[in-house]
Nanobody, 119 residues
Framework: VQLQASGGGSVQAGGSLRLSCKASRTILSVFWGVTLGWYRQTPGKQRELVAQITSENTPDYADFVQGRFTVSRDNSRKSTYLQMNNLKPEDTAVYYC???????????WGQGTQVTVSS
């Protein structure tokens, strides 16, 4: 499985970005039983969960993005998305997508996409 993340960039505080992550080199049936997540990391800090969405389409968010970010998935496109609104400078980080099976050993990471929010 390969995960390709895109959509990062530079915006001013209050702006929006939409991140996308597409899985390749995997059959569609694998995609049905996985949780898709978005994590972020800044230099010197551990990678932290931003949002995730289960195979049942149940989303879960970190407290610091509640009400601002929305995670979604499109199984037919083997993709997940992170809509980020009202961005803050503290959201600046490299964002990574993750695919992990809910009942199995799969755990894959995308290459990361930089998000920079200026004040």
């Amino acid at each position: 499985v390969q995960l390709q993340a895109s959509g990062g960039g530079s915006v001013q505080a209050g702006g929006s970005l939409r991140l996308s992550c597409k899985a390749s080199r995997t059959i569609l049936s694998v995609f049905w039983g996985v949780t898709l997540g978005w994590y972020r990391q800044t230099p010197g800090k551990q990678r932290e969960l931003v949002a995730q969405i289960t195979s049942e389409n149940t989303p879960d968010y970190a407290d610091f993005v509640q009400g601002r970010f929305t995670v979604s998935r499109d199984n037919s496109r083997k993709s997940t998305y992170l809509q980020m609104n009202n961005l803050k400078p503290e959201d600046t980080a490299v964002y990574y997508c993750n695919l992990r099976s809910e009942n199995g050993p799969l755990n894959y990471w995308g290459q990361g996409t930089q998000v920079t929010v200026s004040s």
